[in-house]
């Protein structure tokens, strides 16, 4: 697995627009972007200094995976995650690239993120004990610790370059993006949801949570961007071990939080190492997910 680690790209003759917590990001032309998915991740906004092996292609290949079956819903970025179709100098590092890049219609990102909660968990659970509602919406009395709620929904957030995201109410993303098209991106986001569930439940897969961001073209057209439905983007937990009343096991990034929660850190840089045992079962949890949603391995996709 070592040659499947990459923390960070340099590809000589290339333009790197940002370096993003996770994501490589380099301008091709006026239209189009390279977006390499690195193997680095963050907990609590703050980048570990060690990488997770293969993570980088598991959040590529899932994207990819979300955007063929919503792409009916909304139209996305993707163009293609095939090197050898990639423009100079990036055909040229098929080895570096294969299976975590993708090539992508350049847009205009809305400057909000686009929460949809299907279930009692994380910060909405820690509010609801509070005030007995998720983001300012008042819910049901005596609801339990993951706990379907009885819709999904549409909590917006925030886009923060640094540091936390933080909520805003859907009047306040009025303010900022109008209300047409707030509206629009509301009804899309919770049908993408409700498609994601009826898609992931039936392979024993809970999406409990998950966000998404929209951008727009040059010609005013809305695409859905950046990752889709990953286990950097969404709580996900086996619906065999499903018991509500208490914290789920999950196959995402959380299981690297209830590590770090565990210790004496107060969640600014630096961060505190991981121990190999934490980054060898994280590489295999995001690997779980991929073969659970598309039946793909590592092995496979960098044999192709």
Known sequence: MKRNVVARTQIPGARLQNRGKVRDIYEVDEHR?????????????????????????????????????????????????????????????????????????????????????????????????????????????????????????????????????????????????????????????????????????????????????FGLTQEGRLLLIDELLTPDSSRFWPRETYTPGRSQPSLDKQYVRDYLESLDWDKTPPPPPLPEEIIRNTSKKYQDILYILTGKRLEDILAV
Not at 88 to 95: K, N, V
Not at 132 to 138: A, L, M, N, Q, S
Not at 154 to 165: N, Q, V, Y
Request: proline letters at 8%; hydrophobic letters at 40%.
């Open 33 to 213: 972007l390279l977006i390499v998915a690195t193997d680095r991740i963050s907990a609590f906004d703050v980048v570990m200094n060690e990488p997770i092996p293969g993570k980088g292609i598991v959040l590529t290949q899932i994207s990819r995976f979300w955007f063929e079956i919503t792409r009916d819903i909304v139209p996305n970025h993707w163009i293609t995650d095939q090197v050898l179709q990639f423009p100079q100098p990036f055909a040229g590092y098929p080895e570096l690239l294969t299976g975590r890049a993708m090539l992508v219609r350049k847009t205009r990102p809305l400057p909000v993120e686009c929460i949809v909660r299907g279930y009692l968990a994380g910060s909405g659970w820690k509010e609801y004990t509070r005030h007995g509602t998720v983001h300012g919406i008042p819910l049901p009395e005596q609801l339990r610790e993951a706990d379907r709620l009885p819709e999904p929904l549409f909590t917006p957030s925030t886009k923060a370059e640094s540091g936390h995201d933080e909520n805003i109410t859907f009047d306040q993303m009025v303010r900022l993006i109008g209300k047409e098209m707030a509206d629009r991106v509301r009804d899309i986001s919770l049908k993408i949801y409700q498609r994601a569930v009826e898609t992931a439940e039936p392979k024993g897969i809970i999406i409990a949570d998950t966000k998404f961001e």
